[in-house]
């Protein structure tokens, strides 16, 4: 899993349900599944995808030293010629980059013995970043990640097989002609947990349409569309619009990614009082444009109030926190009266860190049967686990599952 595991284990618990998921250590997900049936670049959580190759009924080093030389002696065998790329990664266990160092430098000299020609990454950390495994081809035909992680008293052996690819978000975050730093920069990888949240597990198909009411510059509806659902945004502000249309119509769909196929709809529109009508490709500048009449599920970044660099005081604080639920309850109120029973959505709402690692919520969120929702409950991550923050940050974002009535 990523920086906060909670999150991850919920999106994939949305995408493939609890029965298949065992949570292992701290960060590890065992999945029952074949590493195929993961779409793991759909994954905003997830940073790096595994095939088992065997559980060890030990953590002791010296026993994990000798799984990791015969697991790596075997994969090198089946390997074709040329130059083998290496590297070890450990997850809650205690081991040292010394001991890792070690366990490679063994793997290496049994490879060469083989007639193999091996270079070793060096560990900085006792795991490798992702950045690292990128690079060096780890995941490539003649790379071999060994990652080691503890599952209570025992070690589950694994090789990677896939990486987060960072490259490809950076280009989807910073590539984007039109960003806005006072609306918050929504990260692409958040955005992918947003919208998998709220599709539950339905298959991508442009029949099924998220729609984000608070588009901003487009990064959900531009993750939804990659995905391969079709895309319906709007926002209050003519400008927000203009820079969606910029960023997903023109800069995305359009210029890269002609090859989706599902639908995309822009428009200006109040959420706490927008109303349904049938509408395709809208970009007048006035507030005649509608939703349409059939929305799948609903996946968007809410209005998060005024941002700060410190806490404020508490009146301040209070007020913001007043106008930022009153939004969201007027947008709850509004749309639960035009979706069917049983949609889902997923909205990052605002939350402030008032103390390290404690959060002041938005009232509404203890009366939400009241609005007419059930909040969605997972297995294995608590409510209070699904916010996405830095450690220094005030305003928090919580991401609030919720289905209607």
Same mark, same amino acid.
């Given at each position: 899993m990523g920086r906060q595991p909670a999150i991850g284990r919920a999106e994939l618990e949305s995408l493939y349900g609890a029965d298949v998921l065992e949570p292992v250590g701290s960060v590890g997900v065992l999945c029952d599944m074949p590493s195929s049936a993961v779409a793991f670049d759909r994954l905003g959580g997830s940073?790096?995808?595994?095939?088992?190759?065997?559980?060890?009924?030990?953590?002791?080093w010296r026993q994990l030293q000798t799984a990791i030389i015969a697991a790596g002696t075997r994969l090198g065998a089946e390997i074709s010629e040329g130059k083998i790329q290496l590297g070890i990664s450990a997850f809650d266990l205690?081991?040292?980059?010394?001991?890792?160092?070690?366990?490679?430098l063994e793997l290496k000299k049994a490879l060469r013995k083989a007639g193999r020609s091996v270079r070793l990454v060096q560990n900085q950390e006792v795991a490798l970043n992702s950045a690292q495994v990128i690079h060096n081809h780890l995941t490539g035909e003649r790379g071999i990640e060994l990652v080691l992680i503890r599952h209570d008293n025992r070690t589950i052996l694994a090789r990677?097989?896939?990486? =987060?690819?960072?490259?490809?978000?950076?280009?989807?975050?910073?590539?984007?002609?039109k960003r806005d730093a006072r609306v918050g920069m929504l990260p692409p990888k958040l955005? =992918?947990?947003?919208?998998?949240?709220?599709?539950?597990?339905?298959?991508?198909?442009?029949?099924?349409?998220?729609?984000?009411? &608070?588009?901003?510059?487009?990064?959900?509806?531009?993750?939804a569309l990659l995905m391969g659902f079709s895309a319906y945004g709007t926002d209050l502000e003519q400008r927000m619009v203009d820079y969606t249309i910029a960023n997903v119509h023109d800069w995305f769909y359009m210029t890269?990614?002609?090859?989706?196929?599902?639908n995309l709809t822009i428009a200006k529109g109040d959420a706490t009082d927008h109303m349904w009508r049938d509408s395709r490709y809208n970009t007048e500048k006035d507030d005649t444009s509608w939703w349409p009449a059939k929305i799948n599920a609903i996946a968007c970044e809410t209005y998060l109030g005024q941002p700060y660099v410190a806490l404020p005081d508490r009146a301040k604080l209070d007020t913001n926190i007043r106008t930022c639920n009153l939004i969201l309850e007027k947008f709850l109120k509004n749309i639960g009266g035009q979706i069917a029973t049983g949609t889902r959505l997923c909205l990052a709402?605002?939350?402030? =860190?008032?103390?390290?690692? =404690?959060?002041?919520?938005?009232?509404?969120?203890?009366h939400l049967s009241d609005l007419?929702?059930?909040?969605?409950? &997972?297995?294995?991550t608590r409510d209070s686990e699904l916010m996405y923050y830095r450690p220094d940050q005030i305003v928090a974002r919580e991401l609030l599952v919720i289905t209607r009535k």
């Amino acid at each position: 899993m990523g920086r906060q595991p909670a999150i991850g284990r919920a999106e994939l618990e949305s995408l493939y349900g609890a029965d298949v998921l065992e949570p292992v250590g701290s960060v590890g997900v065992l999945c029952d599944m074949p590493s195929s049936a993961v779409a793991f670049d759909r994954l905003g959580g997830s940073i790096k995808l595994c095939n088992v190759l065997e559980i060890i009924p030990s953590t002791d080093w010296r026993q994990l030293q000798t799984a990791i030389i015969a697991a790596g002696t075997r994969l090198g065998a089946e390997i074709s010629e040329g130059k083998i790329q290496l590297g070890i990664s450990a997850f809650d266990l205690r081991i040292s980059t010394r001991q890792l160092t070690a366990g490679g430098l063994e793997l290496k000299k049994a490879l060469r013995k083989a007639g193999r020609s091996v270079r070793l990454v060096q560990n900085q950390e006792v795991a490798l970043n992702s950045a690292q495994v990128i690079h060096n081809h780890l995941t490539g035909e003649r790379g071999i990640e060994l990652v080691l992680i503890r599952h209570d008293n025992r070690t589950i052996l694994a090789r990677t097989a896939a990486e =987060q690819d960072i490259a490809a978000y950076t280009e989807r975050d910073r590539g984007r002609p039109k960003r806005d730093a006072r609306v918050g920069m929504l990260p692409p990888k958040l955005a =992918q947990i947003i919208v998998n949240l709220a599709a539950d597990g339905t298959a991508p198909s442009p029949d099924f349409t998220i729609l984000n009411p &608070f588009c901003g510059t487009g990064v959900v509806l531009q993750e939804a569309l990659l995905m391969g659902f079709s895309a319906y945004g709007t926002d209050l502000e003519q400008r927000m619009v203009d820079y969606t249309i910029a960023n997903v119509h023109d800069w995305f769909y359009m210029t890269n990614h002609p090859e989706l196929r599902g639908n995309l709809t822009i428009a200006k529109g109040d959420a706490t009082d927008h109303m349904w009508r049938d509408s395709r490709y809208n970009t007048e500048k006035d507030d005649t444009s509608w939703w349409p009449a059939k929305i799948n599920a609903i996946a968007c970044e809410t209005y998060l109030g005024q941002p700060y660099v410190a806490l404020p005081d508490r009146a301040k604080l209070d007020t913001n926190i007043r106008t930022c639920n009153l939004i969201l309850e007027k947008f709850l109120k509004n749309i639960g009266g035009q979706i069917a029973t049983g949609t889902r959505l997923c909205l990052a709402v605002p939350a402030w =860190q008032t103390k390290p690692d =404690q959060f002041k919520h938005l009232p509404l969120l203890d009366h939400l049967s009241d609005l007419g929702y059930n909040r969605i409950d &997972f297995k294995y991550t608590r409510d209070s686990e699904l916010m996405y923050y830095r450690p220094d940050q005030i305003v928090a974002r919580e991401l609030l599952v919720i289905t209607r009535k």
